[in-house]
């Protein structure tokens, strides 16, 4: 159950942060230099999100084979 939260802080922290610097206005920059900020770092945000999942799913992958491995090596002694 813990593993299981901790993966999804590793997911949902740096988003929710990335999320309050969007959200935040920056006050000397112009309308439209802010909105190119907020797309660069939306696209940002989106690509370490799909970086982490893809961690974890090579991760869980491997624990799972990892576990069969040492099913069957048991098992054959």
Do not use: C, H, T
């Amino acid at each position: 159950m813990l593993d299981q939260v901790l993966s999804w802080l590793v997911l949902v922290v740096p988003v929710g942060l990335g999320l309050v610097v969007i959200l935040v206005p920056s006050r000397g920059e112009d309308q439209r230099g802010y909105r190119k900020w907020l797309r660069v770092l939306g696209v940002f945000l989106i690509l370490y999100g799909g970086l982490s999942w893809w961690q974890q799913s090579r991760v869980a992958k491997a624990a799972i084979s990892d576990r069969q491995d040492a099913i069957q090596k048991l098992q054959n002694r």
